[in-house]
Nanobody, 125 residues
Framework: QVQLVESGGGLVQAGGSLRLSCAAS????????MGWFRQAPGKEREFVAS????????YYADSVRGRFTISRDNAKNTLYLQMNNLKPEDTAVYSC??????????????????WGQGTLVTVSS
């Protein structure tokens, strides 16, 4: 089993920045891909970004590319999401996810085996 705990959410004005963290524990050696998803009120969960174990391959949703940066520190078993130039439409609960699969559809939430509890990001206009 793998446990994931997010932190770093909060309230920020439009144009501001936040950095989310996700600490992994347990059988972390089994993790291949880690990612961030978000769910806004009344909307379905959507893919934000993901990164492979080596950290050399990243994927982004079009809506955040160029503003958000995903990274991971395998020595600390921690995943990060640096969010810059935040917009009101970025308001959502952000959840960290992990998958042990080698071949998967990065953007599909059902491909991930483990989830954190989520952290709320609110962007005011």
């Amino acid at each position: 089993q793998v446990q994931l705990v997010e932190s770093g959410g909060g309230l920020v004005q439009a144009g501001g920045s936040l950095r989310l963290s996700c600490a992994a524990s347990g059988r972390t050696f089994s993790i291949n891909v880690m990612g961030w998803f978000r769910q806004a009120p009344g909307k379905e969960r959507e893919f934000v970004a993901s990164i492979r174990r080596a950290g050399d391959t990243t994927y982004y949703a079009d809506s955040v590319r160029g503003r958000f940066t995903i990274s991971r520190d395998n020595a600390k078993n921690t995943l990060y999401l640096q969010m810059n130039n935040l917009k009101p439409e970025d308001t959502a609960v952000y959840s960290c996810a992990a998958s042990s699969r080698v071949f998967l559809n990065i953007r599909r939430s059902t491909e991930y085996d483990y989830w954190g509890q989520g952290t709320l990001v609110t962007v005011s206009s």
